[in-house]
């Protein structure tokens, strides 16, 4: 049976996808001793005899969850990290595009992960490796434009942990008054002030994004 196909319960269709968008939704919203089979076929309208169509267990299903918040979180942090741009003011704007827009990076789920790495020592260490590509990623970001390592190191840090515990305390920024600190943030971050062009460009996805996301 291949993964896209469905299975019917009573008048009611659910795929692979179905479970799993319920699963990371209360993952998010309540935390990962909630995730559970009958409570997710609840939400459906199905019994859980319908998972066992998907998955051979719970563990699996969350399983897929970590898997799926690496492969879409972290590889596009740094896929973002490693885009094209003439200085580093242009490329720390790129990486900001991340933040921006939820579609790119989920920073809900991040935060849920997160929380659930505090209870099982497997996920803490698959949260490690990520936060160790993403700080990595960001290191070569600034050796790229010709800061020392060191000082490439520092700044990768002072910006993640930064953005990370920005999301931790869940701080609640209108857009626009988040997008009139990006030259501040950009010169703290850099030590180099954003090319105004550079500026714009991210405050127009932002705004687009902000505007898909309603």
Known sequence: MTDDASRSAGNV???RDDWLDVARDLLI???VGEVKVLAIGERLGVSRSSFYWY???RKELLDTLLAEWEASNTATFVEYAEMPSETITG???NLFRCFLDERLFNYRLDFAVREWARRDGEVRRVIDQSDARRHAALARMFERHGFAPDEADARARILYFMQIGYYALDLHEPLEERLSRVDGYVLGFTGQAARPEETAALIAFAR???KRSR
Request: charged letters at 35%; one cysteine or more; a negative charge.
């Open 13 to 15: 269709k659910v795929t």
């Open 208 to 210: 687009d994004a902000d």
């Open 55 to 57: 998955f051979r267990s």
């Open 29 to 31: 919203s309540d935390g």
């Open 91 to 93: 490329a720390v704007c």
